[in-house]
């Protein structure tokens, strides 16, 4: 069954991108933030990748009146202790670029011989009627010592993914849009629809 409107709680392009190819077919509209004007503005108080992604879309779902997806995602690296974790998107700053922040991720482990890492995304869906479901999903990789390839964005010219011998950024989108992090929590939100009347 085809619902109506989806809002996904994100005013990055990069996400809304991703999550309409992968939802291709579950709903008939997949919005995003962009869309509206009047939106409240969201603080991400949550100290986990869960909790930052239910407060995304409760916000906007008690806002609209609409099913909304919050994801909240993010980079861990073994040698940091898990950081940059939930403050992936500001690691150099509030307003930082993605080239920033790759920068800083990259200084910080410029001496550091443990670059093992992974990307966390942890979805949550809240439904017009309250349903509250959480679905996760991790890729796990290794940090370069400099970026390489054009695409994908964030940390994505870092990550380096062994089974294909490419950075996340040099990967197909279709082959990404199968093995990220927020592909497979995808993939387990797109089968609870399968599920439902």
């Known amino acids: 069954m085809k619902h109506k409107t989806l809002v996904v709680a994100t005013r990055n392009i990069g996400k809304v991108r991703e999550f309409s190819l ?3 077919g579950v709903y008939e509209e997949i919005l995003s933030l962009a869309n509206f004007d009047n939106i409240p503005k969201i603080e991400e108080t949550g100290l986990s990748f869960r909790e930052n992604a239910l407060i995304k879309a409760e916000t906007v779902s008690g806002f609209l ?3 909304v997806i919050g994801d909240d995602s993010g980079l861990v690296v073994d040698a940091l202790g898990g950081a940059p974790g ?3 998107a500001r690691y150099a700053g509030e307003r930082a670029s993605d080239d920033e922040n790759n920068e800083k991720l990259l200084s910080e482990l410029k001496a550091e011989k ?6 966390i995304c942890c979805i949550a869906l809240v439904l017009a009627d309250g349903t509250r479901e959480f679905f996760e999903g991790e890729c796990k990789g290794t940090i370069l010592r400099e970026k390489r390839g054009s695409g994908g964005f964030g940390y994505d010219p ?3 993914v062994s089974q294909y011998a490419k950075t996340m950024a040099e990967i197909d989108p279709s082959i990404k849009n199968r093995i990220s992090h927020r592909a497979i929590a995808s993939g387990k939100l797109k089968s609870y629809f399968s599920t439902l009347k």
């Open 158 to 160: 870092v990550f380096y």
């Open 22 to 24: 992968i939802l291709k």
């Open 114 to 119: 443990n670059r093992a890492a992974k990307f």
């Open 86 to 88: 939930i403050y992936s």
């Open 65 to 67: 009146g609409v099913d």
